[in-house]
């Protein structure tokens, strides 16, 4: 990695400005109210905004490049038109609503690193918060339905007839191997918010006979027995060591013979400075959860092996998967 100059690092500690307003123009639905095209008064009306501020932060957004201004009236880009528009097939803003939820939690990161741990409790734990697991859900939704595909090169669906999907959100995950394998039935573990969630996912996808969403606790319960396979999709991260090591052997235990463990996660690399997002991402569960971070490849084949796993695989060198087999 290069060192950053002066000019870059003192240009750095300015970026949240753009990256605030951007998440204002989505909290507030302003490219919807722009629509396709509209004055400063009307985007006001719209979003119950004042004229003069509603004005000052369209001005920025053009400033920027995330509108266009002509003769006082504001338009979208053909992206923001695109994915921020509500209607639109490709609208990406509830996703995006989950990183407006996380300005917040990043804005307790001085603290989190004083204290070792989040000082809020966990959006992922606040079950009162039902929105916030509702933009969650859909943020991982996105990410996960693009992340399947790729799973199902690294690990056949074919001869699978039982997967377990722990921690599975809005199963995207086994909605995608459940397409990619008619004989395939799969059950989603989550929290019981999530569960409703994941319900209508799996009805939207017209799976329901053969993908299934049940109520469990990934921390503590057992799973069960019987699978071929069982996927761990962007869960380990959420845990500290010891709670990974445990969830490990509980799969192992749920597995037949032969049965496979998917692991997909950001694996940073030993000195755990690169990929960087992968050094980001174990701030974001510093600030997110009670004990989670980034870990090694080799941590996850320490792991995997101990818990009974005979062959430990990262299919593609550097990539987001593990594969143990029992
Ligand atoms: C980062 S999301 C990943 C969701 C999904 N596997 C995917 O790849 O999109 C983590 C999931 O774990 C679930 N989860 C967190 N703690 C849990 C617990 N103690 N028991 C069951 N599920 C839990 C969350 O509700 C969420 O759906």
């Avoid at 870059?8 to 919807?32: A, C, H, P, Y």
């Avoid at 199902?152 to 959100?169: E, F, I, K, Q, T």
Wanted: aromatic share 8%; with cysteine; charged share 25%.
């Amino acid at each position: 990695m290069q060192p950053l100059s002066w000019s870059e690092i003192v240009e750095k500690t300015r970026d949240f400005q753009e990256s605030r307003l951007l998440l204002t123009g989505i909290e507030l639905d302003v490219f919807t109210a722009v629509g396709n095209g509209a004055l400063a008064g009307q985007v006001a009306g719209r979003i119950g905004a004042e004229v003069r501020s509603a004005t000052m932060l369209l001005d920025a957004l053009v400033a920027i490049g995330a509108l266009i201004k002509r003769n006082d009236v504001y338009f979208n880009t053909a992206d923001t038109a695109r994915f921020l528009v509500a209607g639109s097939p490709d609208y990406q803003r509830p996703g995006l609503m989950h990183r407006v939820n996380l300005w917040r939690t990043w804005s307790t990161l001085t603290e989190a690193v004083r204290a070792g741990t989040a000082v809020e409790i966990p959006g992922v734990e606040r079950r009162d918060d039902q929105s916030w697991t509702t933009n969650f859900i859909s943020a991982m939704h996105s990410i996960a339905t693009r992340a399947a595909i790729e799973m199902l090169r690294v690990c056949d669906a074919g001869g699978v007839s039982r997967m377990l999907d722990v921690g599975g959100g809005s199963g995207a995950v086994s909605i995608a191997f459940a397409r990619a394998n008619p004989e395939l039935r799969a059950e989603v573990l989550d929290q019981p918010a999530v569960v409703d969630l994941a319900r209508r996912y799996i009805a939207a996808a017209e799976l329901e006979g053969r993908v299934t969403a049940k109520v469990g606790d990934l921390t503590h319960d057992e799973f069960g027995e019987g699978y071929d396979l069982v996927v761990l999709s962007a869960i380990c991260h959420m845990l500290s060591p010891a709670e990974n090591r445990d969830l490990f052997r509980r799969s192992y235990r749920a597995l037949n013979d032969g049965g496979r463990v998917l692991i997909r996660e950001f694996i940073v690399g030993p000195d755990r400075t690169a990929p960087k997002l992968a050094a980001l991402f174990a701030l974001n569960m510093l600030v997110g959860t009670r004990a989670g971070s980034t870990y090694t490849e080799q941590e996850y084949r320490e792991w995997l092996l101990e818990a009974g796993f005979r062959q430990v695989d990262r299919p593609v060198a550097d990539g987001d998967f593990l594969t143990g087999r029992r």
